[in-house]
């Protein structure tokens, strides 16, 4: 059966500082990829998707990037990290031969301070 | 943009009630989902109707939709306190990606 890890579960970072999260899909092969963030009371809204290594679609501007350096791996990163990065984010994928249904993780919350 | 657009906000019941949720979106779909996610977790997806189907059930949730409206209604029924958690609907197009609501917030008190 197929599996989403997401880590870490909870992060408190300084203002200005990096930030790396990582997503693996286990049981898979081909998957495409989503990352999404949620503030408090809101809706889902998508950052990134991937449909294969090395590829990312940006959804929107801003101060976050992500990658996808093996088939099951999406990492979602910043250089320097703003208050309003604040949020939950929430990784999620669905089957190659089935993109409708997507698959979420358990979520990574996200605390700038 | 959110597409999706949950009503009412926030709904709360007795156990053994039912809910319904409504959902009403902007442009045109190829299939309209619906999900939930308990506080602090990630979402679990629920079911999925296509813009050809009018009506879908599993198990104790029925769903409905109306393209011509744009819109869709998510029915629990017999609720219980472990369906206490916020319900999204997402609409899907032609392309790889989902758009979200807002959500509704139940509450089912026991």
């Known amino acids: 059966s197929q599996t989403i890890h997401q880590w870490p579960a909870t992060l408190v970072q300084p203002v200005g500082s990096p930030l790396s999260l990582e997503c693996t899909v286990e049981?898979?092969?081909?998957?495409?990829l989503y990352w999404y963030r949620q503030a408090a009371g809101r809706g889902l809204q998508l950052l990134f998707y991937?449909?294969?290594?090395?590829?990312i679609s940006s959804e929107v501007p801003q101060n976050l990037s992500a990658s996808r350096p093996q088939d099951r791996q999406f990492i979602l990163s910043s250089k320097k990290l703003l208050l309003s990065d604040s949020g939950f984010y929430l990784c999620a994928w669905t089957p190659a031969g089935n993109q409708e249904t997507q698959y979420f993780g358990p979520g990574t919350r996200l605390l700038v301070l | 943009s959110q597409q999706g657009e949950e009503d009412p906000q926030a709904l709360s019941i007795q156990e053994g009630e039912n809910a319904t949720m409504n959902c009403s979106y902007k442009t045109s779909i190829n299939n309209l989902q619906w999900y939930r996610q308990n506080s602090g977790r990630g979402l679990v997806h629920l079911i999925l109707i296509r813009s050809n189907e009018r009506e879908k059930h599993s198990g104790r949730l029925r769903v409905t939709l109306d393209t011509s409206k744009k819109s869709s209604s998510l029915l629990i029924t017999a609720s219980r306190a472990a369906d206490t958690a916020s319900y999204f609907c997402a609409t899907g197009g032609s392309n790889y990606k989902l758009t979200f609501g807002k959500g509704t917030l139940l509450t089912v008190n026991p």
């Open positions: 991937s449909v294969g290594i090395g590829q």
């Open positions: 049981g898979t092969s081909n998957p495409n």
